[in-house]
């Protein structure tokens, strides 16, 4: 088996440790349906609709009724859950009716009903529920700019709660008094409740305040739409409530169980590894930061491996779970992972035996139809053979397209399931 069928082959086994069907059937085991009244499904994101599935395989006809939003190409087979399908990572107006539709659902439910709510990333998104005088286009456009400017998932879903009817405890302010069991799909670092699909059934620790500070982070307080600055500044003032705050008497019927987040991935990573001959080496559960710069230091670990000096002797397989972020400069197609591993071919070229593969567990990186892709230290010289300049593609933000040409693209499809980006690093001795 070669390096990148090794690597392919470890990413794989890491999906399916992340499928949510056994993990959703697990976490049921734990919750009692109501004695008298209904059970209402609710949800959003990227794994919600395998999620919703799987509740039906187990619950079956105890569920009187549920929407839950899901991306383009996310469904699953339900009959009495709908699945709708929305717009990610921009916010559309068919996720801005499913997320009205999930509200009324919930403001139904009395006290003896059981509301289930099925969470996971892209779920923030996919139910965008902006209160007047904002509008949808308000959303989309606060949305871009600070994904654009490089914002973390943390500081995108504390502005998003601030402009949202659901997020950010909102969801369970609704629901009450029902009874609440939210089930979580954790893909973020850390697993914070209040971050996972921008916690839209846990106390919000943000504030107006620091919504404002972000915008200013990033110099977005004069680009931002009006609307969106004028409610922030608002609620900063104390002239518009606050989130639900940690210790609300909403949150007493309301329980939130992680279910599933990037440790699965990462330790089946490491047990396929071992089973190649690889030594695994977890190197973090929590990359961050600029794709680039987390890719540069990739291939200074290749390097040192190699010469004996890194902190694993190969052939080995180094492995992090996370999510790192671009700050788009140019105007080209791509993803994290795509620059990673773009910017990964150019810091190793000439170093032979080491390849890395960066996908999202999701099967969508960035805009584009792929996971994410694989390189080694020959990708630069190939593509420069096809008269593509990698430095210059990079500099644009347009690795797509490099990677597409080389056949470097990890391509999956939608996966039915979201716990963050996995990275690996498969090198075998020097020279080799």
Known sequence: MTLRESARSIFDAALAAGDVRPLVVRALAGVAPPERGRVVVVGAGKASGAMAAAVEQHWGDRITT???????GYLAPTRRVRLVEAGHPVPDERGARAAGEIRSLVESAGVDDLVLVLASGGGSALTPAPPPPITLADKQAVTRLLLAAGATINQLNAVRKHCS??????????????????LLLSDVVGDPLDVIASGPTTPDVSTFAECLQILDAFALRERAPRAVVERLARGARGQIPETPKPGDSIFARVRNTIIGNNALVVDAAASRARELGLAPHVLTRALEGEAREAALRFADLARLIQSGRGPVRAPACVIAGGETTVTVAGHGTGGRCQEFALAAALAMEGLRNAVILAAGTDGSDGPTEAAGAVSDGASAGRARAQDLDPAARLADNDSNPVLDRLGDLVVTGPTNTNLLDLYLLVVGPAGG
């Open 66 to 72: 549920g929407v839950v939003a899901v991306k383009d």
């Open 165 to 182: 009817l659901l997020k950010g405890g909102q969801l369970a302010r609704a629901a009450a008094p029902a009874r609440v069991e939210a």
